[in-house]
């Protein structure tokens, strides 16, 4: 990261970060405070739905790299749902 042409402002990461590395006890969150100057913050635990339906509302705001990001294009393209009546 820093080799990139700008700097990080904020790295945020899923709840189950705190879990603690029986290796050494330090949860990972710590290594990473320590790699980031504290900048790191925890996001809460939330329903799967609730996600869902975040990235649904917000995906609009989303920007793609044109040229770094095809095979992800492709992928969000071709994706699609059977709707189950049964379940």
């Known amino acids: 990261m820093n080799d990139k042409p ?3 402002e904020s ?5 189950d970060i705190q ?3 029986l290796t ?9 405070q320590r790699l980031f100057n504290n900048k790191c913050h925890v996001l809460p635990m939330t ?10 509302v917000n ?9 770094k990001t095809q095979v992800l294009r492709n992928s969000l393209a071709n994706y699609s749902q059977e709707w189950d009546e049964k379940k």
């Not at 050494?24 to 990473?32: A, D, M, P, S, Y």
């Not at 995906?59 to 040229?67: G, S």
């Open 59 to 67: 995906f609009h705001r989303v920007w793609f790299d044109e040229d």
């Open 47 to 56: 329903k799967i739905m609730d996600g869902i339906n975040n990235a649904r």
């Open 19 to 21: 879990v603690r590395e």
């Open 11 to 15: 790295h945020y990461f899923p709840h």
């Open 6 to 8: 700008y700097r990080y």
């Open 24 to 32: 050494t006890g330090t949860t990972r969150l710590e290594v990473v």
